[in-house]
Nanobody
Framework: VQFVESGGGLVQAGGSLRLSCAAS?????????IGWFRQAPGKEDLEGVS?????????YYVDFVKGRFTISSDTAKNTVYLQMNSLKPEDTAVYYC???????????????WGRGTQVTVSS
């Protein structure tokens, strides 16, 4: 499966963006979860941000985005969204979607990355 992320851009602190992750094929039947990840400037590692379970639609968030970000999906469109509100400069990163999840307790194998979309939050 291939992913195409979109929706990134430049926004002021406190603003909102909605990211989309469109898959080339069926994802919810074939993978246990779909997740959003990000890579901050100057950092090599990606960090998990949020994911959604394919089995029951359960959603999972890391602490630093809880209450601000919302993950959702449209199974008919094989698309996953990430609504980001109250953005902070530290949210600046390239955001990727992938099969799998890095957020406990659903964390597991991750693969099939998209190319990412840049999110820049100005102060």
């Amino acid at each position: 499966v291939q992913f195409v992320e979109s929706g990134g851009g430049l926004v002021q602190a406190g603003g909102s963006l909605r990211l989309s992750c469109a898959a080339s094929g069926s994802i919810f039947d074939n993978y246990y979860a779909i997740g959003w990840f990000r890579q901050a400037p100057g950092k090599e590692d990606l960090e998990g941000v949020s994911c959604i379970s394919s089995s029951d639609g359960g959603t999972y968030y890391v602490d630093f985005v809880k209450g601000r970000f919302t993950i959702s999906s449209d199974t008919a469109k094989n698309t996953v969204y990430l609504q980001m509100n109250s953005l902070k400069p530290e949210d600046t990163a390239v955001y990727y979607c992938a099969t799998g999840c890095a957020v406990p307790p659903l964390a597991g194998p991750v693969g099939s990355w998209g190319r990412g979309t840049q999110v820049t939050v100005s102060s």
